[in-house]
């Protein structure tokens, strides 16, 4: 039986580290070398008596789906791969990634892919290795062949694909830990199965509460450029320790009120909501009276709106707070 294309003797790399005059078996000799060319970290086989490739790096290469599918198999020569690299592309498929089950890392950013993740796994879930895959930037709409990846896929990137649906598909992916959304169209979200996601990045939708997305596990939190008007949903992400919720439409500054008892958060973003623009009143004023009343009801904040927060300014927030209930009192 030869050996795949990425599997070489010591020796061989020795004396041709590019693999240059390695013969190709097989079919399409031109593709092969033109993949083959491209091949880097190298890494010690699992008999320890040769070395294999661990990343390919196909970006920015004009390439089409038409020129690698059906003319080539991956995985067949390169199944030691963990790192592929196929962004700013044209292609519109991955199903030449077919069975690639030891690929961790797969970047396939600004494309014309449809469907997420479409390419055959015929091992268990348990048995597949991908963790990271990246699909900003494409033209996703389909979300139904998530099944294989259930068990490993831990950070996934959909951003800029101008999807407009609550994303309920991806609760297959049970173990994933970091989600970003952002820069779609998204009106509301369904993500109750993921219960082990920390980092969510829904920046740049329209998502009108947080009702899909009350996820014990989050911890940091991005509704950045939202629809965002009420704060009470947010007492159920107990964990979150970073929010930010600039440019939403949250009217009335008692809804902070609602995030009084997130003990772990430490880092607060609400710049350009509605509460803090008033057209009357002294601007300096309205954020001196929002800082203090913040730092008061929130005394955990060590950064306010991306600006570290000092131990003085703590401590006039509260005697500002002092302040007021006496003059309150004596009206």
């Given amino acids: ?131 990271e895959a990246n699909f900003s930037n494409n033209l996703l709409t389909c979300f139904d062949r998530l099944m294989p990846f259930s068990k490993s896929l831990k950070r996934l990137n959909i951003s800029k694909n101008n999807i407009d649906h609550d994303l309920e598909e991806l609760n297959v992916l049970t173990h994933l830990m970091e989600l970003d959304i952002s820069n779609n169209r998204i009106s509301s979200l369904n993500l109750s199965e993921l219960k082990y996601l920390k980092i969510l990045n829904a920046e740049n939708n329209q998502l009108q509460s947080v009702s899909g997305i009350v996820c014990s596990s989050l911890q940091q939190l991005n509704l950045k450029n939202n629809n965002i008007q009420h704060l009470s949903q947010f007492q159920a992400l107990t964990f979150v320790f970073k929010l930010n919720l600039e440019n939403n439409k949250i009217e009335r500054f008692e809804e902070v009120n609602y995030l009084a008892d997130l003990t772990y958060m430490y880092d607060l973003s609400l710049l350009g909501n509605p509460f803090l623009i008033s057209p009357t009143d002294d601007s300096l004023q309205v954020s001196t009276i929002y800082k203090n009343s913040i730092l008061f009801r929130l005394p955990q904040i060590v950064i306010l709106d991306q600006f570290e927060v000092s131990s003085e300014e703590k401590v006039r927030a509260m005697l500002f707070h002092q302040q007021q209930s006496l003059e309150n009192k004596s009206e």
């Fill in 1 to 131: 039986m030869s050996e795949p294309e990425d599997h070489v003797l010591v020796d061989d790399v020795e004396r041709s580290s590019d693999l240059n005059e390695h013969v190709l078996t097989n079919t399409n000799e031109e593709l092969l070398e033109f993949i083959r060319e491209r091949l880097s970290e190298i890494g010690r086989s699992s008999t320890g008596l040769g070395v294999v490739f661990y990343k390919l790096n196909l970006g920015n290469l004009n390439l089409h789906s038409s020129m690698l599918s059906g003319h080539v198999k991956i995985a067949q020569h390169f199944p030691h791969l963990r790192n592929v690299d196929l962004s700013h592309n044209e292609l519109t498929d991955l199903k030449f990634l077919s069975d690639m089950h030891s690929l961790v890392i797969l970047n396939a950013s600004s494309n014309k892919i449809k469907s997420l993740l479409d390419f055959h796994m015929d091992e268990h879930p348990s048995k597949v290795s991908l963790i």
